[in-house]
């Protein structure tokens, strides 16, 4: 009960105890929904994501212009816009795709817009309307390290929106770097590494990266690092 799922661009109107919200659907686009084997042949990436956007663009608008103008709206895009900011891996892990301009979600009459895709918790335009990733709840990989996790909390009147950030406790990822090079014992120098960040291990996944001289690789006892770093939740290999 009360749980809605898009999975095609949509509108639908919620009952809450403050009135009704409207909401826009916007869920991930894919090519192979919206060309089919012989519109992909002879064409490049680039030109079908391209023509991806603008047809979505033009539904959304559609779906838009439908919307009731005295009744709140809020748009929810699991979608990547132009100008957000990616972590490293999630960069790598994501691939190519189509980018959204902010033009093309925050029209006049959508009083917020909530996105999703993009783990960092990020503000895409202050708007009117705002446009802001509430990021993941928890960070998946190391480019998040350091992220602080939370979501989104919204209220939302008919041209008016005022939102914060509330943070959450999740788990942390640690990189434990150290530069043992010149050193004659450098599993000790890992050693010593590790314990200085002791108080951070628990329940943390971790990874340490040492930098050695070549001649110095068989003299690290990754055995004996590993006992020292019993306390993680996990030690990334």
Not at 55 to 69: C, N, Q, T
Not at 101 to 127: K, R, T, W
Not at 194 to 206: C, D, F, S, T, W
Request: proline share 6%; glycine share 6%.
């Amino acid at each position: 009960d009360h749980v809605h799922v898009a999975r095609r661009i949509g509108t639908l109107t919620l009952a809450t105890r403050s009135g009704p919200l409207q909401i826009v659907a916007l869920p991930w686009v894919t090519r192979s929904a919206l060309f089919n084997r012989e519109e992909h042949k002879h064409r490049t990436i680039e030109d079908l994501d391209k023509e991806l956007v603008e047809r979505v663009a033009e539904s959304l608008a559609g779906r838009i212009a439908e919307l009731d103008p005295s009744v709140p709206a809020v748009l929810l895009g699991h979608v990547h816009v132009f100008g957000a900011r990616l972590g490293s891996e999630q960069s790598f892990l994501m691939g190519r795709g189509p980018v959204f301009s902010v033009s093309a979600l925050a029209h006049p009459q959508i009083d917020y817009v909530a996105l999703g895709h993009i783990h960092h918790h990020q503000v895409v335009s202050p708007g009117p309307p705002p446009v802001v990733y509430a990021g993941s709840l928890s960070a998946v990989d190391f480019s998040e390290e350091g992220q602080e996790k939370g979501f989104v909390l919204a209220e939302v009147e008919r041209g008016r929106c005022t939102w914060r950030f509330v943070p959450v406790t999740s788990r942390p990822f640690l990189t434990i770097a150290v530069d043992a090079r010149g050193d004659d014992d450098p599993t000790e120098s890992v050693l010593r590494a590790i314990e200085r960040q002791r108080a951070r291990l628990p329940g943390a996944i971790v990874r340490v990266a040492v930098r050695l001289e070549q001649e110095q690789q068989a003299r690290l006892d990754e055995e004996k690092v590993r006992r020292a770093l019993a306390d993680a939740a996990f030690v990334a290999s």
